[in-house]
């Protein structure tokens, strides 16, 4: 059973920044290629950015400029989040790419 476990969200006043972690427990193949999703209340859950297979990265077009998403060699997936606005408040999962595989979800708000 793959587990995947999201940490660091919180909550942060509007201009602050985050760091989102997630502890992928496949393979180091399977866990080579994530993302990032959010689903805020009463909203479908979007892709928030990801680290496909080859490297590739990819972010939605609102937070290109403020989130960089990163991985280790120890099969961990970042999510930097900065300069935050209340629109990017959500529950935060991480999901490994062509699976049913998804964290249990990290709540992100920011508020003043």
Known sequence: ?????ESGGG???PGGSLRLSCACSASI????AMGWYRQA???QREMVA??????IINYADSVKGRF???????KNV???MNSLKPEDSAVYYCHVDGSNY???????????
């Open 1 to 5: 059973q793959v587990q995947l476990v």
């Open 11 to 13: 909550l942060v006043q």
């Open 29 to 32: 193949f399977t866990c080579s």
């Open 41 to 43: 209340p009463g909203k």
């Open 50 to 55: 990801g680290i496909r297979r080859g490297g």
């Open 68 to 74: 960089t998403v990163s991985r280790d060699n120890a």
């Open 78 to 80: 970042y999510l930097q």
């Open 102 to 112: 998804w964290g249990q979800g990290t709540q992100v708000t920011v508020s003043s």
